[in-house]
């Protein structure tokens, strides 16, 4: 069943098995996406990894998206999660470089976010999401394979989790699993390979796990680019520390 072959991202399937799997309708092509793309080239080393054999650039952005259709960003890029969330690096607050300005008002940005924000409000109801938005890029070399996510199969705590591909260069590896919580075999597994390919989860029902990555050409630099979004739902926005009042066009 890998490769199965991306179509539309659906809500029913959402509702129906946990996850989704597809594209976004946004074009990954143009002055836009090329500008908001080399931005994973300002992305700066994860300085949490410690001894984890992963090699990760990574910034952080959040953004309230009002039930309204408005997207405010957010100050502040703190990120916690539970030991009995992620066993890796849980239990403390992780404090991560903003994203560059360039990349918060990319209009490719909020054409994105939109595509999930409707997608997740078609199969939970509309109502207001802090989303987390997390820049990655896993590093392989000649010597030695990445794993994009060293705490293994996992949650992250979250209502919705929505990856997205961003870029895939010289690499191989990088299959996707998603498991329903408590069964022992994968109901889903693929290697995204096409730009905005987008694997959409229900986080509190579903478990997702990422082969390694390992260089096609030893005589070149290897990487993949990722887009992770979290949906966390909002009960009151007033009460949401960073507000900004600004508006992402």
Same mark, same amino acid.
């Given at each position: 069943?890998?490769?199965?072959?991306?179509?539309?991202?659906?809500?029913?399937?959402?509702?129906?098995?946990?996850?989704?799997?597809?594209?976004?309708?946004?074009?990954?092509?143009?002055?836009?996406?090329?500008?908001?793309?080399?931005?994973?080239?300002?992305?700066?080393?994860?300085?949490?990894?410690?001894?984890?054999?992963?090699?990760?650039?990574?910034?952080?952005?959040?953004?309230?998206?009002?039930?309204?259709?408005?997207?405010?960003?957010?100050?502040?890029?703190?990120?916690?999660?539970?030991?009995?969330?992620?066993?890796?690096?849980?239990?403390? =607050?992780?404090?991560?470089?903003?994203?560059?300005?360039?990349? =918060?008002?990319?209009?490719?940005?909020?054409?994105?976010?939109?595509?999930?924000?409707?997608?997740?409000?078609?199969?939970?109801?509309?109502?207001?999401?802090?989303?987390?938005?997390?820049?990655?890029?896993?590093?392989?070399?000649?010597?030695?394979?990445?794993?994009?996510?060293?705490?293994?199969?996992?949650?992250?705590?979250?209502?919705?989790?929505?990856?997205? =591909?961003?870029?895939?260069?010289?690499?191989?590896?990088?299959?996707?699993?998603?498991?329903?919580?408590?069964?022992?075999?994968?109901?889903?597994?693929?290697?995204?390979?096409?730009?905005?390919?987008?694997?959409?989860?229900?986080?509190?029902?579903?478990?997702?796990?990422?082969?390694?990555?390992?260089?096609?050409?030893?005589?070149?630099?290897?990487?993949?680019?990722? =887009?992770?979004?979290?949906?966390?739902?909002?009960?009151?926005?007033?009460?949401?520390?960073?507000?900004?009042?600004?508006?992402?066009?």
């Amino acid at each position: 069943m890998d490769k199965p072959k991306p179509g539309d991202l659906r809500a029913d399937a959402l509702i129906e098995h946990g996850w989704t799997h597809g594209r976004l309708r946004v074009a990954a092509e143009g002055d836009d996406w090329r500008r908001f793309a080399s931005s994973w080239n300002e992305l700066v080393p994860d300085a949490y990894l410690g001894p984890a054999r992963c090699r990760r650039n990574r910034r952080y952005g959040r953004v309230l998206a009002h039930r309204d259709g408005t997207l405010e960003p957010l100050d502040g890029t703190e990120f916690f999660q539970s030991k009995a969330v992620n066993r890796a690096f849980g239990d403390q =607050l992780r404090v991560f470089e903003p994203l560059t300005e360039e990349a =918060l008002s990319s209009p490719q940005l909020a054409r994105i976010l939109r595509e999930n924000v409707a997608l997740v409000n078609e199969a939970a109801g509309k109502q207001d999401w802090e989303l987390g938005i997390h820049c990655i890029r896993v590093l392989a070399d000649p010597h030695e394979g990445s794993e994009p996510a060293p705490e293994g199969r996992h949650s992250d705590g979250h209502a919705y989790v929505a990856i997205h =591909l961003i870029d895939r260069h010289q690499c191989v590896g990088g299959q996707n699993q998603l498991f329903r919580r408590g069964e022992p075999d994968p109901q889903y597994t693929v290697t995204m390979t096409e730009p905005l390919e987008v694997l959409l989860l229900s986080d509190t029902s579903m478990e997702h796990a990422v082969s390694e990555i390992r260089t096609a050409d030893p005589s070149a630099p290897s990487w993949r680019d990722t =887009l992770i979004v979290d949906f966390n739902a909002v009960l009151d926005p007033a009460d949401m520390a960073g507000r900004t009042h600004r508006s992402l066009q």
